[in-house]
């Protein structure tokens, strides 16, 4: 499957601050997808990414809150930005890979 | 639009003994269905699918999952669990047509397996 690396794992910022997490994707995928997993529930898309056009937000999820670029076929970024100890979760992207769907290791974010 | 049901939050099971992780699905259409499993601070990894064809699938790990499209479950089956398969498992689904369809996750399963 493709495999993908997820930077950073893990990081603790400081509240109104924002925070970049990037997504390689070893071989070359059309659409890329963002999910927020919160402490103790599932995970929730937040945006889908496809590249060289702008990312598709779900219901609840503005692009001034997530700013997502996906500058070519093999990565893809995800802003969170003005964070409050709310947005504290993992983050993971994912791509679509032989009628699967395969994840990043995820972010694990934490605001303080 | 698809929706999944997890009924179980969490399942303790001794080891060696069977377990049953339960997934309903509600959809109006033909669908695709998922179980991922998530180790403790780790990403989510695919345990296995069901896309069309033979409505039982099997993961190399043990596990093995029916589509059963008249109940709309996809429940996960183990004859006989480690301590390793202590971990979270999720089902998803999405359309089976179409092309690329929004994910829809459960709430997640905590499966915690006993000494």
């Known amino acids: 499957s493709a495999v993908i690396s997820q930077k950073p794992s893990r990081d603790i910022c400081q509240r109104g601050t924002s925070l970049t997490i990037q997504c390689q994707v070893d071989?070359?995928?059309?659409?890329m997808f963002w999910y927020r997993q919160q402490p103790g529930q599932s995970l929730t898309l937040i945006a889908t990414?496809?590249?060289?056009?702008?990312?598709?937000?779900e219901s609840g999820f503005v692009i001034d809150k997530f700013p997502i670029s996906r500058p070519n076929l093999t990565f893809s970024t995800l802003t969170v930005s003005n964070m409050s100890p709310e947005d504290s979760s993992i983050y993971l992207c994912s791509v679509v890979w032989r009628d699967g769907y395969t994840f990043g290791s995820g972010t694990r974010l934490t605001v303080v | 639009a698809q929706s999944v049901t997890q009924l179980d939050s969490q399942v303790p099971v001794f080891e060696e003994a069977p377990v049953e992780l339960r997934c309903n699905y509600s959809s109006s259409v033909s669908v695709y269905l998922f179980w991922y499993v998530q180790y403790p601070n780790q990403g989510l990894q695919l345990l296995l699918k069901?896309?069309?064809?033979?409505?039982l699938v099997e993961s190399i790990n043990g596990f093995e999952a029916e589509f059963n499209k008249s109940q709309t479950s996809f429940h996960l089956r183990k004859p006989s669990v480690h301590i390793s398969d202590t971990a979270e498992y999720f089902c998803?689904?999405?359309?089976?047509?179409?092309?690329?369809?929004?994910?829809?996750f459960g709430t997640g399963t905590k499966l915690q397996v006993i000494p």
């Open positions: 990414a496809n590249q060289g056009s702008e990312a598709t937000y």
């Open positions: 998803a689904v999405t359309l089976g047509s179409g092309g690329y369809q929004k994910v829809t």
């Open positions: 069901y896309l069309s064809g033979s409505t």
């Open positions: 071989s070359q995928v059309t659409m």
